[in-house]
């Protein structure tokens, strides 16, 4: 619960002190979920992901997000599975607007940088991503 609070003030802070276009820079790229806190507080730790991220997005603020999975070789096998999105910024917030064939439904980017991401969904459960680092077998 005290992690909650305090990804919350966070949240709230550069929420308030910062301009979500400026995030939108930093959405590109892989991703990997570091851990999830429900809105009952409940936390989840995602110690190891057997799959990342990849979200993409082009100057008309669209893109899309699909599920891979790394391979030891340092490549990625994707599934077929693509959702495409449109990002817009709404009463100072930056807004992901997905659609699949099967749903619709709405995220909102809390914070973004060049090592994480802070989503909120509909549910309000909060997502805690890292930035994806592949493994060094050496």
Known sequence: MKKLLIL???AT?????SDPKT???FVDGYWEIDEV??????KKDYNYNDTIDYIEVSDSLTGFRKKIKPNLMGKFESSKSVETFSIKIEND?????YKT????????IL????????IINANKDIYLYKRYQPLELD
């Open 23 to 25: 995030y939108i820079a």
């Open 101 to 108: 064939a099967y749903s619709n439904w709405k995220e909102t």
């Open 8 to 10: 919350l003030a966070i």
């Open 111 to 118: 914070e973004a940088s060049d090592t994480h991401l802070l």
């Open 93 to 97: 917030s930056l807004n992901v607007y």
């Open 13 to 17: 802070t550069f929420s308030c002190s």
């Open 37 to 42: 806190i429900l809105h009952n507080g409940e």
